[in-house]
Structures are given as C-alpha cells and as structure tokens.
C-alpha cells in the first residue's frame, strides 16, 4: 500500500521559503499514470490544490501561487518537495502530499505556520 509522508519546519517567518519533503513508500513517484501533488488547508478554510508534478516529470502549479511556488522530485530517494517562497502569514496552513491516479493516498499532513 502506498504511504506518503511530509516533513520540514511547521514554523517559517515571513519573507523566507517554506521547504516541505514528501517521502513516498510502498509505491514509486515514477509508477505510470500517477500523479504527485500538494495541497493545503489554511485555518477555517477549504482544500487549495498548490500544484503537482506527473510520471513524466511534468510539473503544474496553481495560477495564484505561479510565481512563488517550485515543486521537483528525487526519483533516488523516493520524494518529491515543495519550495514556497516568500511566504506570508496566510500561508500559514496544513500542508497535504498526494498521491496516484485521482488523489488516493494522502499523507497525514503537517502543520506549517507563518509567524516571526
């Protein structure tokens, strides 16, 4: 069964770029017709899909979040990651990996908040 997991800081200050890592098991982020994404929830709020990256390498990223946001993987280590950059208080979310052909597998999320 395919399990994702995320990791990094759950506190950034405003201005810096929040870096989260997906660690992906029982599956590989190259399995044919998978897809990888991130999704958050802010507090209070719904469901943001943030952006994705397929079996091809071919990444998608959320028209709002374009010129902030860098999604890549490490096909090595079975991972793929997120980068936001400049990041302010609204960012402050819980942060989602996703996995598969239509979101099957989520991971548990991590608490990511923005505050100095």
């Known amino acids: 069964q395919v399990q994702l997991q995320e990791s990094g800081p759950g506190l950034v200050k405003p201005s810096q770029t929040l870096s989260l890592t997906c660690t992906v098991s029982?599956?590989?982020?190259?399995?044919?017709?998978?897809?990888w994404d991130w999704i958050r929830q802010p507090p209070g709020k719904g469901l943001e899909w943030m952006g994705a990256?397929?079996?091809?390498?071919?990444?998608f990223y959320s028209s709002s979040l374009k010129s902030r946001i860098t999604i890549a993987r490490d096909t090595s280590k079975n991972q793929f990651t997120l980068q936001l950059s400049s990041v302010t208080p609204e960012d402050t979310a819980v942060y989602y990996c996703?996995?598969?052909?239509?979101?099957?597998?989520w991971g548990q999320g991590t608490q990511v908040t923005v505050s100095s």
């Open positions: 996703v996995g598969g052909e239509a979101y099957d597998y």
């Open positions: 029982g599956g590989s982020v190259t399995a044919t017709n998978y897809a």
């Open positions: 990256i397929n079996t091809r390498g071919r990444i």
